[in-house]
């Protein structure tokens, strides 16, 4: 299978600041993938050199196995991308807007109409067609922005920080979009927010200083089966952990006043974490802990202070 994106050996530097270090990434296509990193990572000089806004000081880059020339724009129409801050002249139809980011892509006029009007009914915002970008909601805003990157069908969209700043039902209804698209296109979504990630993304490259630190799947990342996390009621007391405590499976029980979490860590080499789960429920029951939410494994925001963590101490 061909790989939607590979970058090969990619280094990028701002006089002594090395933003890319030989960074080696491929994403399979037909599928969300999440990049997640701190402040400084390299995520934004990754996609500036993907888009061909910026050119690399050494490695290489492949769109649906097409090396790009360095420094050069990717073919029109196979890759398109939604910076997080982008906006619309506020004073344009959206409509007519829409149609010259088709025009750009190499579409005839009639073709980019069609396109205009496709993808705002892809995001459900058909009737803006006509209006001015001002008479927009922030979160209309967005979804608009989402529907450009989709012009011409293109094979690989990249949507940086789609949700940052939307209020949580704008927020959803972004995700629900993407949802519906997926397995149509492939799409890479940088975010801050790592549950969002978790939820949205089948596979997730972290990156740390420039380097891709991990990559993997978000259950291999995540490490489901040796821990599962409770939210309580209450904070438990010790005489309710003790029946936790006494399942010969359990390594470890810990409260958490950070998060107000319980953790409980297990050997699934003794027990599989369907039947470990549920008797650490019956042990919490049985001591009249009432619990709110039970998940297995850690959370991607978890693995990727660990992550990170690691990096920065070498």
Known sequence: MTAALRVTGLSKSYGSLQALRGMNLEVQPSQIFGVVGPNGAGKTTL?????????????EVEIAGKRLSRG????????????????FIAELDLGMQLVLYGELQGLSRARAQDEARRVLKLVGLSEVYDRKAKTLSHGMHK???????????????ILDEPTAGLDPHAAREIRALLRKIQGQRTVIVSSHNLG???DLCNEVAILDQGVLVR???I???IGGAQLVVFRLSRPPSDADLVGLRALPFVTDVAWSTDDERLRVAFNADSQPPGPASRDMVCA???????????????????RFLEETRAGAGS
Do not use: H, N
């Open 143 to 157: 979804r608009v922005g989402i529907a450009q990157a989709f012009i011409g069908e293109p094979t690989l969209v």
């Open 284 to 302: 919490l029951v049985d001591a009249g802990v009432l619990f709110v939410e039970m998940k297995l494994g850690k959370s991607l925001e978890e």
């Open 196 to 198: 969002e990630v978790e």
């Open 215 to 217: 990559q993997d799947t």
């Open 72 to 87: 050069q724009p990717p073919p029109k129409g196979s890759l398109s991308i939604l910076p997080q801050d982008a906006g």
């Open 47 to 59: 996609f500036s050199v993907v888009s061909g806004f910026l050119p690399a000081d050494a490695g």
């Open 219 to 221: 259950t291999g990342v």
